[in-house]
């Protein structure tokens, strides 16, 4: 079946400017997260939803992050007054539940471009 | 706070040699641990966790608490193995993964 569908791939904006990306998970699959990669590093944790609620923001940097998956489906994470320095990619990915017996999927990534 | 660690950014070794990726990690409980990996121009998934016990293309990975490392092994490199390398620890509870910066393997023929 499909994947964790990403859009878009690739999303250059000015800094300043607001973006969204969003995230289709696997179908029934009730967690879903989001994290950051930037050049050199690993992903780093930055939300993670379980059904339609947040249950671990806290890897959001600030308050100009934000995300939502209001009917327990698709996620948008959203960035305000966007900075050079959340340049990165950012991925998303999906599990059947939050234990560990339950691996992660991921998509392909957004790559976000703060020029 | 959990905290993963991999200690060399890049390794390479050439065919049929014998290949293993550091991991060490930080957490004052039981850990649950894994290998994701990377292929070029592919998404990130799952190698192989330590619960499993289990060998996946030729590579295994031992939990050792008391050294609190989970290194990757694998007695004969393939070409096809070259890819990065991530180590990531889940803590108990419904928490997230913690990853390390990543180890690319690079096989030489």
């Known amino acids: 079946g499909a994947g964790v569908s990403q859009t878009p791939s690739n999303k250059v904006t000015e800094k300043g400017k607001y973006v969204e990306l969003r995230c289709d998970p696997i179908s029934g699959h009730t967690a879903l997260y989001w994290y950051r990669q930037s050049l050199g590093q690993g992903p780093e944790f930055l939300i993670y939803?379980?059904?339609?609620?947040?249950?671990?923001d806290s890897g959001l940097p600030n308050d100009r992050f934000f995300a939502v998956r209001p009917e327990g489906s698709v996620s948008t994470l959203k960035i305000q007054r966007t900075e050079r320095g959340d340049s990165a990619v950012y991925l998303c990915a999906s599990s059947l539940g939050p234990g560990g017996d339950s691996p992660l999927h991921f998509g392909n990534g957004t790559r976000l471009t703060v020029t | 706070a959990q905290r993963v660690t991999q200690p060399e950014k890049l390794l390479s070794v050439f065919k049929g040699a014998p290949v293993e990726l550091k991991c060490n990690y930080s957490?004052?409980?039981?850990?649950?641990l894994f290998w994701y990996v990377q292929y070029s121009r592919q998404r990130l998934q799952l190698l192989l966790r330590?619960?499993s016990r289990e060998s996946i293309k030729g590579f295994t990975a031992d939990l050792n608490k008391g050294e609190t490392s989970f290194h990757l092994k694998k007695p004969f490199a393939q070409e096809e193995d070259s890819a990065m390398y991530y180590c990531?620890?889940?803590?108990?509870?419904?928490?997230?993964?913690?990853f390390g910066k990543g180890t690319r393997l690079s096989v030489i023929a």
């Open positions: 939803f379980q059904g339609t609620g947040a249950a671990d």
């Open positions: 330590h619960i």
């Open positions: 990531a620890l889940k803590a108990i509870g419904n928490t997230p993964l913690v």
């Open positions: 957490y004052s409980g039981s850990p649950e």
